[in-house]
């Protein structure tokens, strides 16, 4: 178990990070601190699962990183661009062409294809995919006989390899997973799970994921936990067994303290 | 079961919204016509029994039948028929009557009312009691005149004031003895009334010495049949006869309300087309809300619910839609009818006063309407839900309507379709009256097909749109896509707008082309310059055709005088007109012989040829109101219009056997040709007589359009409503597709669509929907115009079909407006909507 800071501002270049990073609903009696000053770094080319348990923050601080959220206090930076002093626009904007998503609940428009769910965040943008890094996209996570099939006629795990690729194929400086494989079965879900692995050793991509499974989290290079709304720990090289006793012996200290 | 569909409808109140906004309009439509006509109704049979308060016993003169060809004459009531009527037992007094058409100029000359109620009549001694004075005195002589009060305030008369009248020829200007009040109808409904001293009465309206009717008042304690038995002894029951005052009111109060209803049934069909639309917004609604609910619904399966308590509480949820819609209905339809009335008295047309009537009938007509169209729409969908299998509660998507359905959905519509154009154009090739049945039928048909087909239909004709949508980038492409996606609901939504813009478009095609067939006809058979008549279309004194024809710089006129005479024991109306000119003044067609009028030679048209048999050279005998006779040859047969037709003879030929002549028109041709300074004169030479109308054909063509323009706005008004509940049915169908998407529309906002697109998206497809349901509508109307043409052109040589291009532009760019405003609130809502809260939401 290491203990080195979550901020290790010395090596490679950083994709997105959040600095003293705050959400707060409500006023006064009802007030719920879901982050309390969180400071993190996503550094580029680097798969980071983010864990703890149901209402630790996960899925806020994911979300407030990815400009998908409003936060309270703090900053966050993607790339070079600070998100907090943006406007809706321009944060669609930034949304757009910087970032990919992957949701739990697949999310594709069943009016469209899969090649057209796969490039509909270029054709949002107006603009022509790159035609050869979307072919490799394609070949990696293995669709190319099913491009004209609409979500209906795809499986599950086909469904969520489509909403892969489509964040992929933009070629976005970070993606964002929400509990990717949370509706998937083992072995749709560990696909899944590889192809974001690939494409961050093969690519070269940027992948944070929120996940609760400890499997899941073994794919990455790096593990965030959170719990009450703060960063309790991390690790490097996970493997489910010791993110599992992590969690276990979080647990545990959790229902004694 | 009653409390789940109870909270049901709370839950869905928003939703319920449009449903129950659009059945509201329908039942207020309905409500408010009836609340409107039962008040007008009952304010006129009010007014109209007062008027019979004086009058116990009406004597009139009896008409005669004509026998073989002699012409009877009706009986004259004579001042010695009124004496003795005075005198029978039981009678307490006896007024004779008079009446006759009188117009009233304003001080600008102009005819005060339509001209149509502008009454003549006399003012029976020094106090009549029918016409209580509010000041000055009772006309004595033929300078002296009495008018009613409302026609003098209106004007600005006073007593004492020199006033402009005409009878039916030369412009009289007497001065005012007095003004009167008076109850009588045709004032109360915004004519004028002006009277004369008895004998003045009798000389202006030709009948000298004798009266119209004779009202005699009972005696107290004398009943009015026992009057009118005494006056029926004394008279005898040959020459007239004798009516009481209870009948005559009754009489009145019926054909008021037979009037009444005429109005009343107009108006609740577009009431009915409104609530037909309104139908398919809440059918659509309540399939929507059953989708919604297939997991809630299969559970009260699941825990034993049987499948008609599933349905019952769907019909239930419809039942308190309706009602809440049949009670705002209710009470904006009262409303409705409030503002009416006093909408027509601003508008000039009088209604009498009286107050609002909101009968039971009303009320549950109101409620019943709301509450069976409710339930009607929601029937289908009821049963739908009943249907859905208890294990839907656990699969997470239950299974959708398959393209089955659709399949013999499909082959229904077009059975329907085929079988309905068919009809239509069957009917085409029948003739006039014959077709009208099959065309109905064919129409129905036709529109029943094409609704049943709209699913079928939506996905090329909205194909067909993706060129134009492509400019829109990728908002287009998904509006595009949106819209076919659930192809019932967009039929739907459609076909609501579509039935408004059918009827709208129909009747725009068929007035278009039936006002040029008219205008040409008249137009093309006339050469002379103006055509002068009455503003009533009553008979114009012969004098009138005397004045025009010395007029300077007039060159020729004929009059069209009526005739009546018997031939070969039926009666015909024959046209005297001006042998010598008539000639110059039509441009008829001649099928045979020659068009030639004068002494003993006539011409005929050609179906008053063909039903007595008549060939140019044949000879009949027209036998006249004198009893006298004379021996007429056919000399051509041409073809008649609407302005001349029948038999057309000199007018020398007949003036003599007739008493009192009148013509319809006189038709003027002058040197110089129409223009502003031959009118002019045309006008001084008849005095600027306030009910003579001079026109030009140019004038005329304009009369025509005018009834034209007025008779199609009145029917776009009545058709905006079904237009107004298409529009709600848009902002319904859109709502429900932005509430049924939110997921997808936060993850297209997750992933980089921003507000603008979100919203451009909404529209176009709101924009796609009414564009298809406005050319699906356009084009049905263009059909159905063009055929009731074919059935009218058998009729009118003339007709000939005018596509009203730019009206149709303006159709369809009133269905893009549609499309634009309903889609106002929903592409807020979905531009508006919490993304991460509509990702997670499943």
Not at chain 1, 211 to 226: G, I
Not at chain 2, 220 to 230: I, N, W, Y
Request: glycine share 10%.
């Amino acid at each position: 178990m290491t203990t080195t800071p979550v901020a290790d501002r010395s090596t490679s270049t950083v994709a997105a990070r959040a600095t003293d990073l705050s959400k707060i609903y409500g006023q006064g009696e009802t007030q719920v601190v879901a982050l309390d000053r969180v400071s993190a770094d996503f550094r580029q080319a680097e798969f980071t699962a983010i864990m703890g348990p149901s209402g630790s923050g996960k899925s806020t601080l994911m979300h407030c990183v990815a400009g998908l959220d409003t936060f309270s206090s703090g900053s966050v930076r993607i790339g070079d661009t600070e998100l907090g002093s943006l406007k809706d626009k321009q944060l669609t904007k930034l949304r757009r062409d910087k970032i990919g998503f992957i949701f739990q609940a697949f999310n594709l428009l069943p009016t469209l294809t899969a090649l057209e769910n796969i490039t509909l965040p270029m054709d949002i943008a107006g603009r022509k995919a790159d035609k050869q890094w979307l072919e490799r996209v394609i070949d990696m996570v293995g669709l190319r006989d099913r491009l004209g099939h609409r979500p209906a006629q795809l499986s599950g795990g086909q469904q969520q390899r489509v909403a892969v690729a489509r964040a992929l194929a933009s070629r976005p400086d970070i993606i964002f997973g929400d509990e990717p494989t949370g509706n998937l079965d083992s072995r749709s879900g560990a696909e899944v799970l590889g192809f974001l692995r690939n494409s961050v050793r093969e690519l070269g991509q940027t992948v944070v994921m929120v996940t609760h499974d400890p499997v899941a989290a073994a794919y990455a290079d790096r593990v965030v936990f959170l719990a009450d709304g703060r960063i309790v720990d991390h690790m490097y090289g996970p493997t489910a067994e010791t993110v599992l006793d992590f969690m276990k012996q979080f647990d545990a200290k959790g229902r004694t303290s | 079961m009653f409390r789940t569909a109870l909270r049901n409808v709370f839950a869905h109140k928003a939703r319920l919204l449009m449903t129950v906004l659009a059945v509201m309009l329908g039942v207020a439509f309905v409500s408010g016509t009836l609340v409107f006509t039962n008040t007008i109704s009952d304010a006129y049979q009010n007014s109209s029994a007062k008027g019979f308060d004086r009058v116990d016993v009406a004597v009139s003169a009896k008409s005669q039948e004509d026998e073989g060809n002699t012409i009877s004459k009706t009986p004259e009531l004579t001042q010695a028929m009124l004496d003795k009527s005075a005198k029978v037992p039981g009678a307490a007094s006896a007024v004779g009557v008079v009446n006759g058409f009188t117009a009233i100029a304003d001080k600008d000359g102009k005819l005060i009312g339509g001209g149509f109620q502008s009454q003549g009549g006399n003012y029976w001694g020094d106090k009549d009691a029918r016409y209580p004075l509010k000041s000055g005195s009772a006309p004595h002589g033929a300078n002296q005149v009495a008018i009613d009060a409302k026609t003098a305030e209106r004007a600005g008369y006073k007593v004492g004031d020199k006033v402009r009248l005409s009878v039916n020829g030369p412009v009289l200007t007497p001065t005012i003895s007095g003004i009167f009040t008076t109850d009588d109808g045709n004032v109360a409904a915004g004519g004028s009334l002006a009277l004369y001293d008895t004998a003045t009465a009798q000389k202006l309206f030709g009948k000298p010495g004798t009266y119209d009717e004779i009202d005699v008042k009972a005696a107290s304690g004398t009943s009015q049949t026992a009057l009118k038995a005494g006056l029926d002894n004394a008279l005898g029951t040959k020459l007239v006869e004798t009516t009481t005052g209870k009948k005559l009111a009754d009489d009145q109060a019926e054909q008021i309300s037979a009037s009444m209803s005429g109005l009343k049934q107009g108006l609740l069909v577009f009431a009915g087309i409104a609530l037909f639309v309104g139908t398919f917004i809440i059918a659509n609604t309540f399939t929507m809300l059953v989708a919604q609910r297939t997991k809630e619904l299969a559970l009260l399966r699941a825990v034993g619910a049987s499948r008609r308590q599933v349905t019952r509480s769907v019909l239930v949820e419809a039942f308190v839609v309706g009602v809440v819609a049949g009670v705002t209905g209710l009470v904006a339809g009262i409303g409705i009818g409030a503002g009416l009335r006093s909408l027509m008295n601003t508008l000039g047309a009088t209604v009498p006063d009286g107050p609002l009537v909101i009968t039971p009938g009303t009320v549950a007509t109101a409620l019943a309407v709301g509450v069976v169209i409710t339930m009607l729409a929601a029937w289908l969908p009821g049963r739908r839900a009943a249907k859905i299998p208890p294990v839907a509660a656990m699969s997470s998507v239950h299974a959708k309507a398959t393209t089955k359905s659709l399949v013999l959905r499909n082959t229904l519509g077009a059975l329907f379709s085929a079988a309905g154009v068919a009809t239509v154009l069957a009917a085409t090739t029948m003739d006039g009256s014959d077709g009208q049945g099959p065309m109905g039928l064919g129409a129905v048909l036709l529109i029943i097909g094409v609704f049943i087909l709209t699913p079928l239909l939506s996905r090329p004709l909205i194909a067909a749109a993706a060129p134009v949508l492509r400019i829109f980038g990728i908002s287009g492409k998904l509006a595009r896509q949106n819209s076919v996606r659930n192809p019932r609901r967009t039929a739907a939504t459609a076909s609501a707008l579509m039935i408004g813009l059918t009827l709208i478009t129909g009747m725009t095609v068929m007035a278009g082309s039936l006002q040029k067939s008219i205008d040409k006809m008249a137009s093309s058979a006339i050469k002379a310059d103006y055509v002068v008549s009455m503003a009533n279309g009553n008979e114009l004194s012969p004098d009138v055709d005397k004045k025009l024809n010395a007029t300077g710089g007039v060159t020729s006129t004929s009059p069209l005088r009526n005739v009546y005479s018997r031939i070969d024991g039926t009666g015909e109306s024959l046209t005297g007109v001006n042998g010598a000119a008539i000639a110059q003044l039509t441009d008829l067609k001649v099928d045979t012989g020659t068009f030639k009028v004068g002494g003993t030679h006539v011409v005929v048209d050609k179906d008053t040829a063909k039903s007595h048999g008549w060939k140019a050279g044949s000879a009949f005998t027209a036998h006249y109101e004198d009893g006298k006779s004379s021996r007429l040859k056919v000399s051509g047969v041409y073809e008649g219009n609407d302005l001349i037709q029948g038999i057309l003879l000199d007018k020398n030929v007949v003036t003599p056997h007739m008493t009192d002549p009148g013509d319809m028109r006189v038709l003027v041709k002058t040197a110089d040709g129409a223009s502003a300074t031959t009118k002019d004169k045309l006008e001084k030479a008849l005095g600027t007589n306030p009910a003579i109308k001079v026109q030009s054909k140019q004038d005329l063509s304009d009369d025509i359009a005018k009834m034209f323009t007025l008779m199609l706005n009145m029917l776009y008004g009545l058709l905006a409503m079904a237009v107004i509940v298409a529009v709600l049915g848009v902002i319904n169908t859109l709502a429900m597709s932005v509430f049924e998407r939110s997921q997808e529309i936060g993850m297209l906002r997750a992933i980089g669509l921003d507000r603008k697109g979100i919203k451009r998206m909404v529209r176009l497809e709101s924009l796609v929907i009414s564009l298809f349901g406005g050319v699906l509508g356009i084009g049905l109307g263009v059909f159905f115009g063009w055929a009731a043409g074919e059935l009218l052109g058998t009729k009118m040589a003339t007709y000939e079909l005018v596509l009203p291009w730019a009206r149709m532009a303006v159709f369809l760019l009133l269905a893009a407006t549609v499309g634009v405003l309903a889609a106002l609130w929903p592409a807020r809502r979905a531009a508006r909507l919490n993304m991460l809260t509509a990702i997670k939401s499943e």
